[in-house]
């Protein structure tokens, strides 16, 4: 969420591990190197540990202890300022999330966005990448008028969205003409979630069209040549080479897409302003905002601490069965 | 012959449309946040427009000081994955050690990991250590980012071993090799670092948020985000802090623009 990139996936790190063992073998076959003695071993394991020390060091201290601290603090009546009151109550957390129907809710709308935003971002991205990829004039104007979306904050972004799907605003007027209601779409409980799926898409094409970019690159101009010397038309070359030839990036796209999708907050809090986030009245709430409301809100640590767990385990298994099924089909 | 140049007319009027649909919103926010209220959405000669909106937002806000940590906290975090995160990266790369397949899983899982999970225990420590509303809070946890370790560590192991091997031979130690011959060659994925760092740390909210409270300790986008609840009705001063927010990422993009589709590349985010 800091870093601005999403979080990564297996079948990225796996694909490239192959790829690198591979320069890596013929490196060693052309290089004739030497065998190592067990001083130089040595001397290579003590590099190799002063030159991961600080990033291990960073990451015991500010991720696996803050994580397995969560997990903690999720099977605990929780609250940092009243130490003194924190008692240990097992799964009741969990056992409360399952009966609490604005957690259902939040977890309706969560799945909700990355069913929707998820296809819809990696197909626009894709046909985007796939045009800017062939022989085009100004280039570099349309893949950066693309990308700009992405560089400036969400926050501002959803400000200035809101300006636009305001009751009579530009966007709202004209989606009156094809016969929705002129309101407020962030304001209004029917257009809430529309707005904030319209404004995460707006936002976020132009990246993974970047990466689309990136992959299409790497497709040989030899099988396209060959292709048409035998007689496949554009939308064949496109099927049956562009679409396997860069499907482990797909996979990508999806996986960052979905674990970004389900992070959404930002938007969520421009939209809400001073009330409560997932404002109006809870229509965009979603795991992110309730998590971050039980724990900072309402100061209800334990059980906020649960449903993030929650939402680990949701992405987590999502991603691993998004592996799996990239497995079988390869 | 005329159907392919249908074909061709209509693929550039999807991209005019499609970079209107992108550009358009930019420019808006910029041209209205140069009008006073009432001429806000209607087309004005440029003798009307004017900065004032902008200077009433700098003597209403401490946007200089809003500025500063901004760009304090980012440079920070920045260097500090420049620094930081090829280092651990190349070890994984290119040195054996014990335990560099445990690192190397513990990174992947961690990057599966939603940052809201940590986000509670960091603030209990934070506050322990008394860092809570500092800018400490928003540079510390963030110095050394799995995601880019793991960049790194595909850069380098896409490139050939020889040149290490050479200066190895020459008598360069291990650090030696790597701060004078991969670091000068390593520009791309030290930019793309930068690129993705820079922009993500900038335009981050939820963390200076979650850690900071009192208003001369703002990020710009939580001080846009203040500019926004006390005046939602009055867009031209609200888009102007639009403007001043996004600006510099913007510049930052123009600037670097030409290594992002390289580096995305190189860094093996293609899968």
């Known amino acids: ?330 | 012959m005329i159907k392919k140049r249908m074909a061709k007319s209509l693929i550039y009027l999807f991209l005019i449309c499609l970079a209107l649909i992108f550009l358009v919103p930019v420019f808006y926010v910029f041209y209205n946040s140069l009008l006073p209220k009432r001429y806000i959405g209607s087309f004005v000669p440029p003798s009307v427009w004017s900065f004032d909106n902008y200077k009433e937002l700098f003597s209403e806000f401490p946007i200089m000081q809003w500025y500063g940590n901004t760009a304090i906290s980012t440079i920070a975090v920045v260097v500090g994955n420049i620094f930081f995160t090829p280092l651990a990266g190349y070890a994984l790369a290119r040195l054996r050690f014990p335990g560099r397949k445990t690192i190397f899983l513990c990174l992947m899982l961690s990057m599966m990991i939603p940052g809201q999970l940590v986000l509670l225990p960091q603030y209990i420590m934070m506050a322990k250590a008394g860092m809570v509303d500092t800018l400490w809070a928003i540079i510390l946890p963030y110095l050394s980012q799995s995601m880019f370790i793991f960049m790194s560590r595909q850069f380098f192991y896409g490139i050939p071993e020889e040149l290490e091997e050479a200066a190895r031979i020459d008598g360069l130690g291990r650090f030696g090799t790597y701060f004078r011959i991969v670091l000068p060659i390593s520009g791309v994925l030290l930019a793309t670092i930068a690129i993705f760092n820079f922009t993500g740390t900038w335009n981050s909210y939820l963390v200076p948020s979650t850690f900071i409270s009192s208003p001369d300790k703002y990020v710009l986008v939580v001080g846009l985000q203040t500019v926004n609840n006390e005046h939602f009705q009055q867009e031209n001063l609200t888009l102007a802090g639009v403007v001043l927010l996004s600006f510099p990422v913007i510049g930052f993009f123009m600037f670097t623009q030409k290594f992002f589709v390289q580096g995305i590349a190189t860094a093996g985010l293609k899968g």
Not at chain 1, 43 to 60: D, H, K, S
Not at chain 1, 104 to 133: D, E, K, R, W, Y
Request: proline share 4%.
């Open chain 1, 1 to 330: 969420m800091w870093c601005g990139l999403p979080a990564g996936c297996v079948r990225w790190g796996d694909s490239i591990y192959k790829k690198g063992a591979y320069i890596k073998m013929t490196a060693d076959n052309t290089g004739g190197k030497k065998k190592k003695t067990s001083k130089m071993r040595r001397q290579e394991a003590v590099a190799g540990w002063i030159f991961v020390l600080p990033a291990v060091l960073f990451w015991l201290i500010w991720f696996l202890y803050p994580a397995l601290k969560a997990i903690s603090i999720s099977f605990f009546q929780y609250n940092y300022a009243t130490p003194e009151t924190n008692t240990f109550i097992g799964l009741a957390n969990y056992v409360r999330l399952f009966q609490d129907p604005k957690f259902f809710t939040a977890m309706g709308h969560s799945f909700l966005m990355v069913a929707i935003v998820v296809p819809l971002q990696t197909i626009l991205s894709f046909a985007i990448a796939v045009l800017l990829n062939g022989p085009i004039r100004l280039k570099g104007f349309y893949r950066s008028s693309c990308y700009i979306p992405y560089v400036i904050s969400a926050m501002a972004v959803t400000i200035f969205f809101m300006y636009f799907f305001v009751k009579g605003g530009p966007a709202s007027s004209f989606f009156a003409l094809l016969g929705m209601e002129n309101v407020s779409w962030f304001a209004s409980t029917k257009y809430a979630m529309a707005f904030l799926m319209i404004v995460y898409v707006w936002q976020q094409v132009g990246f993974y069209m970047v990466i689309f970019i990136g992959a299409l690159q790497e497709v040989p101009m030899e099988l396209y040549e060959a292709a048409k010397v035998d007689g496949a038309n554009a939308w064949q070359r496109l099927t049956k080479i562009t679409v396997p030839m860069i499907k482990n990036t797909t996979y990508l796209v999806l996986t960052f897409g979905m674990i970004n999708a389900f992070q959404i907050f930002d938007q969520i809090a421009a939209m809400s302003k001073q009330s409560p986030l997932g404002s109006p009245s809870g229509a965009t709430s979603t795991l992110v905002t309730f998590l971050y409301q039980q724990s900072f809100s309402y100061m209800d640590m334990g059980y906020g601490s649960a449903a993030a767990v929650v939402l680990f385990l949701i992405i987590f298994s999502l991603s691993a069965v998004r592996e799996t099924a990239g497995r079988r089909s390869d």
